[in-house]
């Protein structure tokens, strides 16, 4: 995910890749940052990081994140501003582990490698209008924003961080109809991706609801509704509906126990 930033950053203008400075403390992962941004400088450890940028996002997995909190807490000043995009770490928790308000997080999701992405951003309650705008045009590089609290990141998670998974296994299983109806596999991964791409286009574009599209398409004793038939008979909705929910269910569970704000605890 930090690559994909990255890219999208620059290629929005947004910075020089000479101004972009990683912390990757692996060589073998540092040398390919190395190769894909020649100009950014590559560093081994977070202090030197925190020397160099006032803004730090924290592109790393959560339990990646709970294990290194201690050592990039000894370097946050209130000059920097700090995004984090691990699942499931509330606000709360992480303005109490850097003893920091001026912090955002966000859910991204993968498309973001394509440009793509749809991300959720929360504010804590340090942010200044300036660092808002500032975070908003990153990750409007690399798809489209939207701003939540931040208890409902878990329900963005369930919809968008997870959904992209959601959205390859039905062009999966779109596919694998097609080579069961009797095209062959490259045929029908064509159509169904291209099907999945231009539904969703079709959604953005016109500004319907999904179900005023879907009706324009389904005719009276049809092939769509023979197929939208049996979809219900499966449950696809309902199962859809279930998924999310057990995503933004889990989501919660990894956020644990809720942290007091460190500061609202002083006043």
Same mark, same amino acid.
């Given at each position: 995910?930090?690559? @994909?930033i990255?890219?999208?950053?620059?290629?929005?203008? +947004?910075?020089?890749?000479?101004s972009?400075?990683?912390?990757?403390?692996?060589?073998?992962?540092?040398? #390919?940052?190395?190769?894909?941004?020649?100009?950014?400088?590559?560093?081994?450890?977070?202090? !030197?990081?925190?020397d160099?940028?006032?803004?730090?996002?924290?592109?790393?997995?959560?339990?990646?994140? !709970?294990?290194?909190?201690?050592?990039?807490?000894?370097?946050?000043?209130?000059?920097?501003?700090?995004?984090?995009?691990?699942?499931?770490?509330?606000?709360?928790?992480?303005?109490?582990?850097?003893? *920091?308000?001026?912090?955002?997080?966000?859910?991204?999701?993968?498309p973001?490698?394509?440009?793509? $992405? %749809?991300?959720?951003?929360a504010?804590?309650?340090?942010?200044?209008?300036?660092? #808002?705008?500032?975070?908003?045009?990153?990750?409007?590089?690399?798809?489209?924003?939207?701003?939540?609290?931040?208890?409902?990141?878990? @329900?963005?998670?369930?919809?968008? $961080?997870?959904?992209? @998974?959601?959205?390859?296994?039905?062009?999966?299983? +779109? =596919?694998?109809?097609?080579? %069961?109806?009797?095209?062959?596999?490259?045929?029908?991964?064509?159509? @169904?991706?291209?099907?999945?791409?231009?539904? &969703?286009?079709?959604?953005?574009?016109?500004?319907?609801?999904?179900?005023?599209?879907?009706?324009?398409?389904?005719?009276? &004793? $049809?092939?769509?509704i023979?197929?939208? #038939?049996?979809?219900?008979?499966?449950?696809?909705? =309902?199962?859809?509906?279930?998924?999310?929910?057990?995503?933004? !269910?889990?989501?919660?569970?990894?956020?644990?126990?809720? *942290?007091?704000?460190?500061?609202?605890?002083?006043?």
């Open positions: 995910m930090a690559t @994909a990255a890219r999208g950053v620059i290629q929005a203008g +947004l910075i020089e890749a000479s972009l400075v990683f912390t990757e403390p692996n060589a073998s992962q540092a040398d #390919k940052l190395k190769e894909l941004f020649p100009e950014a400088v590559v560093l081994s450890s977070s202090s !030197e990081l925190f160099r940028c006032h803004r730090v996002i924290l592109a790393v997995k959560p339990q990646v994140l !709970e294990s290194i909190r201690s050592s990039i807490a000894t370097h946050v000043q209130p000059h920097h501003l700090i995004v984090s995009i691990a699942a499931g770490i509330p606000l709360s928790k992480l303005s109490h582990w850097f003893r *920091t308000e001026r912090i955002a997080r966000v859910m991204p999701n993968t973001c490698q394509a440009l793509q $992405g %749809a991300c959720g951003i504010f804590g309650h340090g942010m200044t209008e300036e660092d #808002k705008g500032w975070c908003d045009r990153v990750f409007r590089a690399v798809g489209r924003v939207v701003h939540v609290t931040d208890d409902q990141l878990h @329900a963005v998670t369930g919809v968008s $961080g997870s959904g992209p @998974a959601y959205v390859l296994l039905m062009i999966e299983a +779109l =596919s694998d109809g097609g080579v %069961a109806a009797g095209l062959s596999r490259d045929v029908a991964l064509q159509l @169904a991706t291209q099907t999945v791409l231009g539904a &969703a286009a079709m959604v953005q574009s016109t500004g319907l609801h999904p179900a005023v599209l879907r009706e324009q398409v389904t005719s009276p &004793a $049809g092939t769509t023979a197929a939208l #038939k049996m979809l219900e008979k499966g449950a696809f909705r =309902s199962t859809v509906m279930d998924a999310v929910q057990a995503a933004a !269910e889990r989501s919660r569970e990894l956020a644990g126990p809720d *942290t007091p704000n460190p500061i609202a605890g002083l006043r």
